[in-house]
T-cell receptor, first 114, second 111 residues
Framework: SQQGEEDPQALSIQEGENATMNCSYK?????LQWYRQNSGRGLVHLIL?????REKHSGRLRVTLDTSKKSSSLLITASRAADTASYFC??????????????FGTGTLLAVQP | EPEVTQTPSHQVTQMGQEVILRCVPI?????FYWYRQILGQKVEFLVS????????KSEIFDDQFSVERPDGSNFTLKIRSTKLEDSAMYFC?????????FGPGTRLLVL
């Protein structure tokens, strides 16, 4: 079964620095998505990258995908205190018909110190 | 911007009681999901729903769980007889295609 694992488990940086989080998975995927979760709150969708894409940008976010290594990275540039949250990757395999379930990783807890 | 809403935000119940968690998905979405997150753990898939029927369910989604789309806007998750281990944050999500958009969650505490 698919299983996402993020590293590091926790990351503490200073405001203005870049933060890089990694995600690995085990089986072939259709899409990989990154979500943010503030403490005890809902999941906010950040970015989706398709299996045939290698890199995608959205504002201060840059996502890469290496399907040969079954891994992805999320880079947040010029971090702000408001970026403090847990970040999860989630993968899906679209098996035709209804959109498939998401399999979430374990998450990286990012703390941005002001 | 359209968003998924969930009610209630918090629910406390006694073991063995029935609970119904409610969700209003984004209006033009066709795919609906429930996930849960036990405190400190991963988000886990429970069930997906499309075209008025369950399209996939996990091992967690046993006979105590059911889902319904009673009208054109609501999507509900019912737990018939709650157990202590059902305590978790329950998230509803909806999708019009690839991206799944999540609601803010219902925190369920079973005593």
């Amino acid at each position: 079964s698919q299983q996402g694992e993020e590293d590091p488990q926790a990351l503490s940086i200073q405001e203005g620095e870049n933060a890089t989080m990694n995600c690995s998975y085990k089986t072939s995927i259709n899409n990989l998505q990154w979500y943010r979760q503030n403490s005890g709150r809902g999941l906010v969708h950040l970015i989706l990258i398709r299996s045939n894409e290698r890199e995608k940008h959205s504002g201060r976010l840059r996502v890469t995908l290496d399907t040969s290594k079954k891994s992805s990275s999320l880079l947040i540039t010029a971090s702000r205190a408001a970026d403090t949250a847990s970040y999860f990757c989630a993968t899906d395999r679209d098996i035709g018909g209804a959109t498939n379930k998401l399999i979430f990783g374990t998450g990286t807890l990012l703390a941005v110190q002001p | 911007e359209p968003e998924v809403t969930q009610t209630p935000s918090h629910q406390v119940t006694q073991m063995g009681q029935e609970v119904i968690l409610r969700c209003v998905p984004i209006s033009n979405h066709l795919y609906f999901y429930w996930y849960r997150q036990i405190l400190g753990q991963k988000v886990e898939f429970l069930v997906s729903f499309y075209n008025n029927e369950i399209s996939e369910k996990s091992e967690i989604f046993d006979d105590q769980f059911s889902v319904e789309r009673p009208d054109g806007s609501n999507f509900t998750l019912k737990i018939r007889s709650t157990k202590l281990e059902d305590s978790a944050m329950y998230f509803c999500a909806s999708s019009g295609g690839r991206t799944q958009y999540f609601g803010p969650g219902t925190r369920l505490l079973v005593l």
